[in-house]
């Protein structure tokens, strides 16, 4: 039997409040509790419990022939937990069936991945735990926020242990290729990857009650004689879509939730597909081929990028404060700071700074809190400021900054020896406040230790004047430069920036605002050229 | 097409923004294949007459015989108009237009067979008197001239763009650059409000500056709205934009205020706002530039919260000095309780001043590159001045599209929108 595949994303942010300038310093809550707790309610009652149920009659109804798969981000379960306990009772319900699979994500659906491998890692682990701990099984599968993939990261994900994940069938990265197959990750083949039939799901998500649709009205019939019609070798139709298609975004109204009751009915009496999740996709058939997507893709707008979050002014600048701060963060045993990081992280805060839609800003001022994109950087920017002085004041700054930015691969030893080795900068230890200071020396040194080993330090170029600096850089290959400054110490980095060559400094941002990614080994080997560069001069 | 145009002022001689409008969109409607013939009242000689034809009002012969004249005489009636009315004018002008009319009374010369009436051309303290003499002659000028439509510009040549219609049978289009709201808040003087709704009322066409103004037309004056078009402003584009290069004295940052400090420019709401970021920030200078009726208190309130030290006022500044300011400038704020348009915040921006606006203005309808809080929104306003001066990649995003998007308002596509509502009313 060939498969249909439906997956929906269950996500809602933290929003910010409207938080001025002079409340830097003076005031450190930072959410929209009123309206997080509104919304969270509304959307409760219109989509997430009648949906829901709708679900469980269906299960109920065919038993192991029906089945759905959810990602919930950490930030909508804690909502659930704040504000709407009936949804998360009503999900757990739905994880009691056995037809229901629940994927892995970061925790509070940020942009990490694309930032900070240990950050990814971190949320994610946050995540799956909270997942385990209500549904009681163990994600297996893989759900970046807005479908964001890479080759990249689809590696990182490997890592991590995940068997499949989940993204667009963008046309610009498919081609001639169709999205009804399964495919790997082109870097580690053992990750399978479900690619989204964007025609279909989006049949469902985005056009079922336009009018002007030519589809309209989307009958079931209709649908599954679309979906018998592709082509007979193509085993799995993958449906995937915001949840909040059925009763917000559609409108209970426009008929979504009877069509959504008919449709497993149609699909056993009018066709040969099944219903199968992710998982039981990757069991069940093998990749055809690898995936190649070197640029990162989302399931976002019409041209399927990074741009509804990333990209201008506004966004580049808050998203590197924000990471710029990881490290202090991480040495930071307080909960507040650690939770308020997590949800300051959440993409939704950079996507209301777009100002792709000028002209069309419809659709997308429904979603945003903020009457403009510079009202909404001005806030974040604002509270992430307040953050930062709390951070400052739990780390002066001398402690904090000598030391070396933390090897990310080192980090699943780390994470082992939680136990026995306390100067672990991982997993804030929570109670251990009254030992923080002591333990915070040992930590430092260790650190500054571990970084010069294994990566090189790049500390010598502090000692150079500007002639030796320039003479250092004279000729350089800027990538390298880019490759060995990529999480290096803020002051090594501007003191190298600050004295490249005009068209170095050119090509060095253009590969910046590319984001071009690059591995651990990538900068062992550009710090090892520069060292040896540096060594030459010294000497 | 051929228009007959009705102004009140024409570059050089401008008192405020109408005479520089009415030269780019006159120049505009001519690239546009318009022909225009301007009325002002008094010609100095020394107006840029490149594009245009003007005929001075002062110089047309109003002949006692003519019927058709004597008609008109007896259905004009005086209206005495309170001396508060002096509308676009700072303090400085305001004194130098009642001495100048002190000395340069409006006169009559009599001839047997006719009288030639020469007008000060400025609003003064006769403004209702000279609006109806100007009416006078617009009916002698209407029946000597061909044209196909006529355009008067807000309400000081409403009357003569009525007696021109009535004369002629030509269709009457009128220009709301601002409303009687704009200049008196609530206070309205009820004369002007009265010429401006029959101005609009026997106009074939009202064309106002924008939506905002637009919604004041029908809101408060009744106007039918499938006759009233939004035709926002554009700015003229000198040549002499050559970078001026300028020391900066003070290495704090500069916070701009340029305008006339009156009631509908919102000087107070900058005050406060001000107030709010020097609490949290001392490295920050607020300027204010420009003089009106609300100066002495602007003054007092910065002494009463204690922020002389970082509030500076300039008096009124004009030309060069007002680029200079813009140079000095690193946020310029436009506060008005009521703006028609506002040209102001284009010339900021011209200059690489990010701005923030008030929605209460039609220039926001224009604009994306700018911060938009409403006017009485302090905590909104002292936020977006933080935000600028603090948050670079805002600042960055601003002065690296500002500047286009400003020149991007181009006086051409204006008129030829103009144009169009001429094809309107006339066919």
Redesign the interface.
């Given at each position: 039997m060939k498969s249909i595949c439906f997956y929906f994303q269950v996500h809602q942010p933290f929003r910010l409040k409207t938080y001025?300038?002079?409340d830097?310093g003076t005031n450190h809550f930072y959410f929209d509790d009123y309206r997080n707790r509104y919304i969270m309610r509304r959307i409760a009652d219109k989509c997430y419990l009648p949906m829901n149920n709708l679900l469980l009659d269906l299960i109920k109804e065919f038993g192991t022939a029906f089945k759905v798969s959810f990602s919930l981000s950490g930030t909508v379960i804690d909502q659930f937990e704040n504000f709407a306990p009936d949804v998360l009772d009503s999900y757990i319900k739905l994880a009691e069936t056995g037809c229901v699979e629940f994927l892995a994500e970061t925790y509070s659906h940020s942009l990490s991945s694309l930032k900070s491998e240990e950050e990814f890692n971190r949320q994610v682990e946050a995540q799956t735990k909270k997942v385990k701990h209500y549904f009681k099984k163990a994600p297996t599968t893989f759900r970046n926020t807005e479908l964001i993939y890479s080759d990249e990261i689809g590696a990182m994900v490997a890592k991590m242990g995940f068997k499949t994940m989940l993204t667009e069938g963008a046309k610009h990265v498919l081609g001639w290729k169709s999205p009804n197959y399964m495919y790997c990750n082109a870097i580690n083949p053992k990750l399978n990857v479900l690619l989204k039939n964007f025609r279909l799901s989006d049949d469902i998500a985005f056009r079922f009650s336009q009018q002007s649709w030519n589809g309209w009205p989307l009958t079931t019939e209709k649908f599954v004689d679309w979906i018998q019609a592709t082509h007979w070798t193509q085993e799995t139709i993958n449906l995937f879509m915001d949840y909040e298609t059925f009763g917000e975004h559609q409108w209970k109204e426009t008929g979504i939730f009877e069509f959504m009751r008919a449709l497993p009915n149609q699909v056993f009496t009018r066709s040969n597909f099944g219903f199968y999740t992710p998982s039981e996709l990757s069991e069940k058939i093998q990749p055809k081929a690898a995936v190649y997507v070197p640029h990162p893709i989302s399931w976002a707008d019409e041209e399927r990028d990074l741009t509804a979050w990333l990209g201008?002014?506004?966004q580049?600048?808050?998203f590197n404060k924000l990471y710029d701060l990881e490290f202090k963060v991480k040495n930071t045993d307080d909960e507040q700071i650690q939770l308020d990081w997590k949800y300051l992280q959440t993409s939704d805060h950079f996507y209301y700074m777009c100002?792709k839609w000028?002209s069309d800003g419809d659709v997308h001022k429904y979603f945003n809190p903020f009457?403009?994109p510079?009202?909404a950087?001005?806030?974040y920017?604002?509270i992430l400021?307040d953050f930062i002085i709390r951070l400052n004041d739990m780390h002066p700054v001398n402690r904090v900054e000598l030391a070396e930015k933390p090897e990310p691969s080192e980090k699943p030893v780390a994470k082992k020896s939680v136990k026995s080795v306390p100067s672990s900068k991982k997993a804030p230890v929570k109670k251990a406040k009254a030992v923080k200071t002591e333990k915070a020396k040992p930590v430092k040194k260790e650190k500054v230790k571990t970084a010069k080993t294994s990566k090189g330090s790049l500390k010598d170029v502090m000692k150079m004047n500007k002639t030796g600096l320039q003479k250092l850089l004279k000729d350089i290959d800027v990538k390298t430069v880019y490759f060995a400054l990529a999480d290096a110490d803020s002051k090594v980095k501007k003191s190298i920036i600050t004295h490249l060559g005009k068209l170095q400094l050119k090509e060095y941002n253009k590969l910046l605002s590319e984001n071009i990614p690059y591995t651990d080994g990538d900068i062992v080997k550009a710090r090892k050229i520069l060292q040896a560069r540096i060594d030459n001069l010294i000497s | 097409m051929k228009v007959l145009m009705f102004g009140w002022e024409f570059p050089p001689h401008i008192t405020g923004g109408l005479g520089t409008a009415c030269f780019g969109l006159t120049k505009g409607l001519l690239k546009n294949g318009v022909e225009v013939l301007f009325v002002v009242p008094r010609s100095y000689g020394d107006e840029d007459q490149q594009a245009i034809r003007l005929i001075n009002a002062s110089d047309v012969s109003i002949d006692f015989t003519n019927k058709a004249y004597q008609e008109y005489w007896k259905q004009l009636t005086y209206i005495e108009v309170g001396s508060n009315l002096i509308p676009y004018v700072g303090e400085e002008e305001f004194e130098k237009m009642t001495s100048e009319n002190l000395l340069d009374k409006t006169e009559e010369h009599s001839g047997v067979f006719s009288k030639q009436y020469v007008f000060s051309g400025k609003y003064g303290k006769n403004l209702m008197e000279e609006v109806t003499r100007y009416a006078l002659v617009a009916s002698t000028i209407a029946g000597s001239q061909q044209f196909d439509v006529i355009h008067a510009h807000d309400w000081l040549t409403y009357p003569a763009g009525m007696t021109a219609k009535k004369v002629s049978g030509k269709p009457l289009v009128v220009h709301m650059h601002a409303t009687e709201f704009d200049r008196s808040g609530e206070n309205i003087n009820q004369n002007v409000y009265d010429i401006e709704r029959k101005g609009m009322e026997a106009a074939d066409a009202v064309i106002t500056v924008s939506n905002y103004t637009r919604d004041i037309v029908i809101d408060r004056y009744g106007i039918n709205p499938a006759k009233v078009f939004t035709v926002h402003n554009a700015v003229e584009h000198s040549s002499s934009d050559a970078d001026m290069v300028i020391k900066r004295n003070v290495k704090e940052k500069v916070v701009t205020f340029l305008g006339r400090v009156t009631f509908q420019k919102g000087p107070d709401y900058f005050v406060e706002a001000a107030k709010r970021v020097i609490e949290k920030d001392k490295n920050v200078r607020f300027v204010m530039a420009g003089s009106g009726d609300m100066l002495h208190r602007m003054i007092l309130r910065v002494a009463q919260l204690g922020i002389s030290t970082h509030f500076h006022f300039t008096g009124f500044l004009q030309g060069e000095e007002v680029d200079k300011m813009f140079l000095l400038s690193d946020v310029y704020v436009m506060p008005s309780v009521s703006e028609p348009f506002g040209i102001s915040p284009l010339e900021a921006m011209r200059s690489n001043v990010p701005v923030v606006i008030s929605k209460q203005s039609g220039v926001s309808e224009v604009l994306k590159y700018a911060l938009k809080i409403d006017f009485w929104d302090i905590d909104a306003m002292a936020d977006a001045i933080y935000g600028l001066l603090h948050y670079d990649a805002l600042s960055v995003m601003f002065r690296k599209h500002g500047k286009a998007e400003v020149e991007n308002l181009k006086w051409d596509s204006a008129s030829s929108k103009i144009k169009d509502v001429y094809y309107k009313v006339v066919h």
């Open positions: 001025r300038f002079f830097i201008n002014d506004l580049d600048d808050a100002t000028f009457n403009s510079y009202e950087y001005i806030n920017m604002n400021s | -």
